[in-house]
C-alpha cells in the first residue's frame, strides 16, 4: 500500500510537472488534474497487482477509480475536461497490465 501511494504521488508530480513545463500549460489547475490522474492510474495498477484480486474485481475498481475521476473532474472543471483525464487513466492502467504481460510472473512486482 505504502508503495501504491508513492507511485501515485510520484506519477502526479512527474505527469503534472511534463504537463505544465513541456507541454503546453492548460493552467495549474488542470495539469495537477490530469497529472493525479495518471498517478491515481499508475498506483492503483499497482496495488492492484496482487492474486488475491481476481480479474473481474481488478476490473471494477479500476471503473470506480474512472467514475470517481470523472465526478472530480465535473466538479471541478466540466465534462469535456474531465474526459481526458479518463482516457489517460485508462492508458497508464492497460500500459502497466501489457508490460506485466510480458514476464513470466505475469506481474510487476515479482
Excluded: C, H
Aim: no cysteine; hydrophobic share 55%; glycine share 8%.
Amino acid at each position: 500500500m505504502k508503495r501504491a501511494l508513492i507511485y501515485l504521488l510520484a506519477g502526479t508530480l512527474i505527469s503534472s510537472l511534463l504537463n505544465y513545463f513541456l507541454l503546453g500549460s492548460q493552467g495549474w489547475a488542470l495539469d495537477l488534474y490530469y497529472g493525479f490522474a495518471f498517478g491515481s492510474a499508475w498506483g492503483m495498477a499497482y496495488f492492484l497487482d496482487d492474486e488475491k484480486f481476481s480479474l473481474p474485481q481488478k476490473l471494477g475498481i479500476s471503473f470506480i477509480g474512472m467514475a470517481l475521476l470523472v465526478v472530480i473532474g465535473i466538479f471541478l472543471f466540466d465534462l469535456e475536461k474531465a474526459v481526458p483525464s479518463v482516457i489517460k487513466f485508462s492508458m497508464v492502467f492497460v500500459a502497466y497490465y501489457v508490460f506485466a504481460s510480458f514476464k513470466n510472473s505475469k506481474s510487476l512486482r515479482k
